[in-house]
């Protein structure tokens, strides 16, 4: 698609701006994956910058932030409170996790998303936010809010990925893109 650096598209038929949403959002995911493009599983579990974080650790923790931004804007709880003792192993690429399941949840979430942002009926839906120690009293934002916040933790964290996987043999993001092409 036009304006997009992959091929990943909308798994959805949507026009307007939720057709840009789940366009961008999917070229986002697409943009992560490509980071684990050929690695082991091993690979991912390999620090190779002064962050915790690794390259599995990365995409894990992408898939399971949209997953539960999924369910928090599908349930719209008004008495919701963040789990803080799941963020520890969100946040580890464990003995037990592999590149390919992770991928296919990365996948899987966000086929959900999509099919979430396709059945809204207004992205000025306002939504409950949970309360977490960072924010204690409870706030309602803009369904498009969160989905642009969402966007932002994606690429944030694209962009991240794409250091570590530089660091751990050289690997671009941009340079698996255009190869083949001429410039």
Known sequence: MAGTYTSSGP???VAGEKLDL???LADQRGMLAITA???TDEQARQRTT????TL??????VATVIRDNVAML?????NSTMDMSRLGEALAFGPDDSVEHWLSELDSAGVALEQYIASIGSLDELIPQPTAPWAPERIWWPARRIL????REIAHHSGHADIIREALDGQTTMGVISEGMSF
Do not use: N, Y
Not at 148 to 151: C, G, I, N, P, R
């Open 11 to 13: 798994s959805v038929d």
């Open 148 to 151: 642009l916040h969402l966007l």
């Open 22 to 24: 789940v366009t961008i």
């Open 74 to 78: 599908e349930a719209r709880d008004e």
């Open 37 to 39: 493009r050929g690695i």
């Open 50 to 53: 002064v962050s915790e974080f």
């Open 56 to 61: 599995g650790a990365i995409i894990k923790h």
